[in-house]
């Protein structure tokens, strides 16, 4: 049987890992929005998901074993104005825990997971089998994908096809979901400190791992620009709470391609066509998508 899945972000790749004789159909060959992902799972933010997203740690920490990349459990120190239902800390508290940031007070949570993504990525993309194009047309007959027509004009036929969300695919995609581009970036800094957990201070997140990782902007945009005003939000709400070089900064800008109220998607609009995605977190979602596809295809 062959599976022919479009898409080779964290979603993609992770679905394809579900079956034995799997193409993934990517466009870019570089960059992926898949880089620019904190690589985090948060399940105090994840609403109704919050069980899932225990389920997808315990999944991600199998392929960390799996394939030796870092990957840690951490806890989540969070200040915003609006408090969640974390236990409140106090200064002293978060210094026994935290003792390289500055924070008066925290809400505290014991269940966070981090990856280092680019890694997880990179092996998983090393040994899956990639075709870099773009997909330019469905073609159906008999309420089934015969085909997918490719942009270097190859045609490709398989049993069972996955689109995992993309927003660049909305033109084929329309008649089922709408898929919206949220833009944000993934600041990378030099720093000689270090955080232990994931710190949210309103809508921005950091963490620690190879380097600092910081983001959490997020603008209904498709555009590629770099926005300095989000970059220097970012920046400024972490400067005073953790120690970090500024003048040597990597910049990356990706997309999620989001679902119109933020939820997953899961639909089979065709008998052998599935689309999947549209999570508000993509990647604190994508093992427990993965496998979702692998048990609806098992009725199909």
Known sequence: ?????????????????????????ESKKTYRN??????????????NHYDECLQAETEYLNFCKDYDIICKK???????????????????????LEPDINLEEAEYFDNGLFVEGEDLINKLS??????????????????????IAL??????????YIFTASYLLQNLLQNFVTFKPYKGHLIIANTKYNLRGILIVNDRIAISGKRLYMNGDSTNTSTTDIDYTQISKTINTFKDI?????????????????SENGEPVLLNPYKNLIIVGGYKFGFALAPVLAKKVKELIKKL
């Open 1 to 25: 049987m062959t599976t022919i899945v479009v898409g080779g972000g964290i979603t993609g790749l992770l679905t394809s890992l579900k079956f034995n004789d799997s193409v993934i159909i």
């Open 242 to 258: 953790i120690d970090f070089d500024t003048t040597n900064l990597e910049i990356r800008v990706g997309f999620r391609s989001v």
């Open 74 to 96: 951490a806890h989540i120190l969070r200040k915003a104005e609006n408090k969640i239902g974390g236990k409140i800390l106090s200064r002293e508290e978060i210094k026994d």
């Open 34 to 47: 898949s880089y620019a992902s904190l690589w985090s799972v948060f399940p105090p933010l994840c609403g």
């Open 151 to 160: 942009s270097n004009g190859e045609e490709i036929k398989g049993d069972f």
């Open 126 to 147: 090393s040994e899956a089998n990639i075709r870099y194009s773009n997909v330019t047309k469905i073609n159906i007959s008999n309420d089934t994908v015969s085909s």
